[in-house]
């Protein structure tokens, strides 16, 4: 009985160290391979634009973090990423302008609300984040997700990011 209650305490304490809050769109991320058969699958050819994130946190370069964290999983699942990491994202339209040049089918846009180590004896690091995917014919929106990730005080703020942005564009 004792090493039940340790083991629902420890559980308990384990749980409460590290959150994740997330909200996404009913639609999913375009899917880069599909099953042809149980045998077979064909790869979409899938471009995205991915424009800088706008960084609205305290944290210098933030938004540049968070972009190339993304650009690396999106390129891991099979996406045809195309980054533009100096350039701001001014707007909707120019976003769409410029993946237009890229002849991308999509383009992603994004900002960062929270990229810090939250004050404390541990030092946690805290993660939110919003995602959007646009087709660049007309600029609709196809997909958008926002998450929020905290984790230990011995976790970085990379490992954190990564894997809420898994999360957050996983099906």
């Not at 800088?52 to 210098?60: A, K, S, V």
């Not at 370069?61 to 001014?90: C, F, P, S, W």
């Not at 995917?133 to 954190?160: F, M, P, R």
Request: charge should be positive.
């Amino acid at each position: 009985m004792k090493n039940l209650l340790t083991l629902a305490a420890a559980t308990l304490l384990l749980a409460g160290c590290s959150t994740t809050a997330m909200i996404a769109t009913n639609k999913e991320l375009p899917q880069v391979y599909v099953d042809i058969n149980k045998t077979h699958q064909v790869k979409n050819d899938i471009k995205i634009t991915l424009v800088r994130f706008g960084n609205y946190t305290d944290t210098p370069k933030a938004g540049q973090r968070a972009t190339n964290i993304v650009e690396g999983v999106l390129l891991a699942k099979g996406y045809d990423v195309t980054t533009h990491m100096k350039q701001t994202q001014e707007s909707l339209s120019a976003a769409q302008a410029q993946a237009r040049k890229d002849n991308s089918k999509y383009f992603l846009t994004g900002g960062v609300s929270e990229w810090r180590y939250k004050t404390g004896i541990d030092g946690e690091p805290a993660v939110s984040l919003k995602l959007s995917l646009y087709k660049t014919q007309n600029a609709a929106l196809v997909w958008s997700a926002t998450g929020s990730d905290s984790d230990w005080g011995t976790g970085s703020i990379g490992t954190t990011a990564q894997n809420l942005i898994e999360k957050m564009t996983a099906k």
